[in-house]
């Protein structure tokens, strides 16, 4: 009677073990611990690299924004700038000087102190580099580099341990909302030389390891600097290239949140159960632009042509389901200088013959339309979007044999100027409409992010002005003469602005979407 008790007993005890485990929190193979939080954020691709203010793909940050803190950081679901590293700043009434006073106590994941040296050190790696191809950010959203006629920061200095104080070659604008972006996160200066595949910062979450095409893995922070944060112990970004793979293994409980929704999978998710949707504020722009320095697209009735020839409303149909509307500008509606009286190029086959043939081309020409392999925020499906595309073009004569590279190479190369036609699109950093017009279309920015090459002294006159004037009124209106000007060069064919979906388990707390599409993910939890 008794050895039948005690097996009982034993029974019971094993059972209970083996149930606990079934409740603990999936680490996706790589802890047994039953409290442990892991959260899996599957993703449409690898990161290229984790030097922040060398990439400039979204998936690079996704990761970069959870690992690094930088001075000043945006709201959880705006573009207004509060305190991070930096409690608190002074700005001269001319707008050329701008002091930080530092927040204390803080520790690189390596246990070197955080101070205005290592402020100043991350910003002349940056500034004295005179590379805009490996630092593009820092060379677009600061004209350049040290030396540089239009560069906009003289000097970075420390003060004392905690101030640290930044003269400017003229005001800029944006200063704030610029140093709030993810390129200028501060890395420990100790480790620039490992920077690119082992980052160390003062962010949420520390690196642990990456295996390429695969997954990255971070752990917890436990000295981070916002008490009682973060609420996970470890998160891994996986990469699941497919978009339907991604949301099967959502389902079945393999990761927990997602990006890259297809459009026409929103319903079923909503209808789930299970799983629950997040749509991320529209910030964005997805395009397809020519490299104006390449034949036959340096002539402006070409490009006129071609944005004739792209019917918007059917690839919106298509492929965003009506989560999306057709784009006339390089920016979104909802930046501040937005110009909604700029008339749309109509979709319009017999004007596009016309123009080619005003151009030289009465047969049409043979080119290459490069097609993203990954998908991303702004188009769901890089390759589709290509195809119909190329059959519009081919109506008028413009055989474009789709081509596509490795997401990184791919960056690198129409960087570059190789690509005569290519597909793109941005995500806007900092809220402003310098960061799109700027950014994107200045001639400064060659070889940086204006991966169209186009250059138009006028427009840089007039993207200076408004870079250099505090008056909002006064740079919204600049910002529209400009959009006129870039309409009538059409460096461009603006495709979409969409509001993209997202994904996750219900078990998933606390999430939020940042516009800018880099989410840091210190408050999110799992139930």
Request: aromatic fraction near 10%; proline fraction near 6%; hydrophobic fraction near 35%.
């Amino acid at each position: 009677m008794k050895k039948s008790l005690l097996w009982a007993l034993a029974a019971i005890m094993v059972l209970s073990v083996a149930l606990a485990g079934c409740n603990s929190n999936s680490d996706g193979g790589d802890g047994d611990k039953s409290k442990e939080q892991t959260l899996i954020f599957g993703r449409g691709g690898d990161s290229v690299g984790l030097d922040p203010a060398t990439v400039t793909d979204g998936e690079s940050f996704k990761v970069i924004k959870n690992v690094y803190d930088t001075l000043v950081e945006y709201g959880e679901q705006d573009t207004d700038v509060n305190p991070a590293l930096a409690e608190e700043w002074d700005i001269a009434e001319d707008g050329l000087t701008y002091t930080f006073t530092l927040r204390e106590g803080v520790k690189f994941h390596n246990g070197e102190d955080f101070n205005a040296e290592a402020v100043v050190k991350n910003f002349e790696r940056w500034m004295t580099s005179g590379d805009s191809g490996k630092f593009a950010y820092y060379a677009s959203m600061f004209g350049g580099f040290k030396g540089d006629e239009g560069h906009v920061i003289k000097s970075v200095e420390a003060k004392d341990d905690y101030t640290v104080e930044f003269k400017l070659n003229r005001p800029q604008a944006p200063f704030l909302k610029n140093l709030a972006m993810t390129p200028f996160s501060i890395a420990a200066p100790g480790e620039f030389d490992k920077i690119e595949t082992e980052p160390v910062g003062t962010g949420p979450f520390k690196f642990v390891d990456w295996k390429r095409n695969d997954r990255i893995t971070l752990e917890k922070n436990g000295e981070y600097w916002k008490e009682g944060l973060p609420k996970l112990d470890k998160v891994i970004f996986r990469a699941i290239p497919d978009n339907s793979n991604r949301l099967n293994a959502l389902k079945t409980g393999e990761i927990h949140l997602m990006d890259g929704v297809n459009p026409s999978d929103v319903a079923e998710i909503e209808d789930n159960a299970d799983l629950q949707t997040f749509f991320r504020p529209s910030m964005n722009v997805g395009y397809l632009g020519f490299n104006t320095q390449m034949e036959p697209f340096n002539d402006k009735k070409v490009r006129q042509a071609l944005n004739h020839a792209v019917d918007k409303e059917a690839l919106i149909k298509a492929f965003y389901e009506g989560q999306a509307e057709p784009a006339k500008n390089p920016m979104p509606p909802v930046i501040d200088g937005y110009n909604d009286e700029v008339d749309p190029y109509p979709f319009d086959l017999e004007k596009a013959k016309q123009l080619l043939a005003e151009a030289g081309y009465p047969d049409g020409f043979k080119t290459e339309l490069w097609a993203m392999p990954v998908p991303r925020p702004y188009m769901p499906d890089g390759k589709k979007a290509a195809e119909a595309i190329a059959a519009n073009f081919a109506k008028i004569g413009v055989d474009a044999e789709i081509v596509s590279y490795e997401w990184g190479t791919y960056l690198e190369k129409a960087q570059k100027g190789e690509a005569p036609m290519f597909l793109l699109g941005w995500t806007g950093d900092n809220g402003d409409a310098d960061n799109f017009l700027y950014t994107l279309l200045d001639k400064d920015t060659i070889d940086s992010n204006n991966y169209s090459r186009y250059a138009n002294d006028k427009v840089h006159d007039i993207l200076i002005e408004a870079q250099s004037t505090p008056d909002k009124e006064k740079r919204a209106e600049l910002y529209k003469q400009a959009q006129v000007l870039i309409h009538e060069d059409a460096p461009w064919v603006p495709l979409v602005h969409s509001e993209p979906a997202l994904a996750g388990l219900k078990t998933v707390e606390g999430f939020q979407p940042h516009p800018t599409g880099s989410d840091k993910l210190t408050n999110v939890s799992l139930k």
